[in-house]
């Protein structure tokens, strides 16, 4: 069982450089979850997604772009990455609202 | 909009007990939850309350009021591998946030020998 599998692990990108963080589940979840977590600051939620097609802002959405075309699959995207996204992003997911949430390993990113 | 606040650190002895508090502000929610975060790891899902009341899963326990806007986390027999940061966490239930998986900042817990 994978779970939530997040793609890539590690990444460094320059300043102004675009790329695309994956994150796929494999148990027919309906939400689904993007955060950045930066030390002290916890996890704050960047978009989600209540069900496949559906996107929503966060609290820190600037600067990020998300998709939700497939139900397995919630894409997050930096068009332009700034210093201030150097970040560890989790990807989450759970089947309703109230149950339990399942993390990815995360993505550490580094912009330069 | 949301918000949780709970103590950014907390330390103890092994075998002892510690609890973690949690008060938070909401226009509505499904529940508080709380969730386990060991360094250079994920988040790992703990318990859920829906209710008012006690939730009891081995040595962890959980408590709601919603009256009070307050919860807490209850670790018990205190062990070296419970030192780990806990967030408490809710769902919006309501409006534009509904469906949103809200976090506090985080709990650090050292255990001492």
């Known amino acids: 069982n994978a779970g939530v599998t997040q793609t890539p692990k590690f990444r460094v990108l320059k300043t102004g450089q675009s790329m695309t963080l994956l994150c796929a589940q494999d148990?027919?979840?309906?939400?689904m979850y993007w955060y950045r977590q930066d030390p002290g600051m916890g996890l704050r939620l960047i978009h989600y997604?209540?069900?496949?097609?559906?996107?929503a802002k966060g609290e820190v959405p600037d600067g990020y772009n998300v998709s939700r075309l497939k139900k397995q699959n919630f894409l997050l995207g930096l068009e332009s990455a700034a210093p201030s996204q150097t970040s560890v992003y989790f990807c989450?997911?759970?089947?309703?609202?109230?149950?339990?949430?399942?993390f990815g390993q995360g993505t550490r990113l580094t912009v330069v | 909009g949301q918000s949780l606040e709970q103590p950014s650190e907390v330390t103890a002895v092994e075998g002892a007990i510690v609890q973690i508090n949690c008060t938070y502000q909401?226009?509505?929610?499904?529940?508080l939850s709380w969730y386990q975060q060991h360094d250079g790891g994920a988040p790992t899902f703990l318990s859920y309350?829906?209710?008012?009341g006690l939730e009891e899963t081995g040595r962890f326990s959980s408590f709601l009021s919603r009256s009070d806007s307050y919860g807490y986390l209850l670790l018990q027999e205190l062990q070296m591998k419970d030192s780990a940061s806990y967030f408490c966490?809710?769902?919006?239930?309501?409006?534009?946030?509904?469906?949103?998986?809200?976090f506090g900042r985080g709990t650090q817990l050292t255990v001492w020998p």
């Open positions: 966490a809710l769902t919006g239930g309501r409006g534009s946030t509904l469906g949103r998986l809200y």
């Open positions: 148990m027919n979840h309906e939400y």
């Open positions: 997604s209540v069900g496949e097609g559906t996107t």
């Open positions: 909401t226009s509505g929610f499904y529940g």
């Open positions: 989450a997911s759970r089947q309703t609202a109230n149950t339990e949430a399942f």
């Open positions: 309350n829906a209710l008012d």
